[in-house]
């Protein structure tokens, strides 16, 4: 068994390192988002809609859009960097990389090996997670079991998209809801204690799967002349059929948190659910009697940038001063797959 050594203001102890299960403790969070903005004006000059149709349909007034020869992993790493400060630690003391992502720089490698490269961190391993907007939900989720194990001690967690990059600009029945941004987390070991994740619940139904799609560039549709004349290498969205499902899973996804953390749901201070649609928060909040104050929302900056947004949002909350020691933070999502999930941190 080994010792841990912790100095503090009345000296040096000395104690057998527990065998876990571990903490797994936010140790620094830090997003990234393109210079350019597109307004819903701009968006007015590319298709049929209006600021006020996008405004009171979605609660989105800009979005942030990836500048030609940048990919995921560029934004990525600007927010892996800030994510290591915050944390105190440099990529040579990282164990494992996980990227939550459908618009990785290419089908392979992963995003998280090349964002290995970009970083110059040691040969660890490196994986993505495809879980649609749930992708940092389920990437936060597979860390903590790593660490909660002892496998690993200092996770990096990137929630990452470009979507613009597969966006349908002439479909305004999507692409007025997209946007890119990057946010990452540092996923530290603790000796078993009141701080870290406490619960984490995800959930998948794959016959929902064509609801929300992108049905080229895989093995299925490989790309084609006729694939792109078709415009198959687009995201696809039933945007009607899966509102309802959003609501739903992302409440279920509280109430199952919330039970199995046992913590009362009035004592969660801060909410940060998936950024889809203002009204689908809206209707969440209502839904679990929840106070909307309690809830986090910068929709109105970002739109919705799939696995990066609850992500981009605690960074956003931390850094705004809203996240305080011993605080209850809830993150929820829901996403293609269809995928739907949540953590609950002690912070
Ligand atoms: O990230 C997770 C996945 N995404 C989601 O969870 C999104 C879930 N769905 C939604 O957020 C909403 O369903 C949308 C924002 C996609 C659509 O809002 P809606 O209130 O459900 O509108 P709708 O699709 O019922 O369309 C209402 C009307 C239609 O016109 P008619 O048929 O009533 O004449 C649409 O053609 O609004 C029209 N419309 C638009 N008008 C102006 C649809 N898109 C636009 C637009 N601008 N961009």
Redesign the pocket.
């Known amino acids: 068994m080994s010792i841990v050594r912790e100095t503090n203001e009345t000296g040096v102890t000395e104690r057998p390192e527990p065998t876990g299960p571990w903490s797994a403790v936010i140790a620094g969070t830090g997003h990234a988002v393109p210079d350019k903005v597109m307004t819903n004006a701009d968006l007015e000059k590319l298709?049929?809609?209006?600021d006020e149709?996008?405004t009171e349909?979605?609660g989105m007034k800009e979005r942030r859009i990836t500048a030609d020869g940048e990919a995921a992993s560029d934004l990525a790493l600007r927010a892996a960097h800030r994510a290591l400060d915050d944390a105190g630690l440099t990529p040579a003391d990282l164990d494992l990389i996980i990227v939550g992502t459908v618009t990785g720089d290419m089908l392979f490698p992963s995003t998280a090996c090349v964002l290995q490269a970009k970083l110059g961190a040691r040969n660890i391993a490196a994986m993505d997670v495809s879980a649609g907007?749930s992708g940092f939900i389920y990437a936060l989720s597979t860390a903590r079991h790593f660490i909660a194990a002892g496998t690993y001690r200092n996770v990096l967690v990137v929630g990452v998209e470009v979507l613009s990059r597969i966006t349908d600009w002439t479909d305004?029945?999507t692409c007025?809801?997209l946007g890119d941004g990057a946010g990452a987390a540092i996923v530290r070991r603790a000796p078993p204690g009141p701080q870290g994740i406490l619960a984490d619940f995800l959930a998948a139904d794959g016959t929902r799967g064509p609801d929300?799609y992108m049905p080229a560039g895989g093995s299925a549709i490989p790309a084609t002349a006729q694939s792109v004349q078709q415009r198959l290498h687009y995201l696809k969205?039933n945007?009607?059929a899966?509102?309802k499902v959003?609501v739903r899973s992302m409440a279920e996804a509280f109430n199952r948190l919330v039970r199995s953390a046992r913590v009362k749901a009035e004592d969660i201070n801060l909410l940060i659910p998936?950024q889809?649609?203002l009204r689908?928060i809206q209707a969440v909040a209502r839904t679990l009697h929840f106070p909307e104050k309690k809830v986090f929302i910068n929709i109105e900056k970002y739109a919705?940038t799939?696995s990066a947004t609850t992500i981009i949002a605690l960074d956003e909350a931390r850094r705004k001063g809203l996240v305080h020691v011993g605080d209850l933070v809830m993150l929820v999502a829901?996403?293609a797959g269809l995928t739907w999930g949540g953590v609950l941190i002690r912070w």
Do not use: K, P
């Open positions: 298709v049929d809609t209006s149709w996008i349909r979605t907007c305004r029945g007025v809801l929300l969205m945007g009607n899966i509102f959003a998936h889809a649609n689908i919705n799939s829901f996403g």
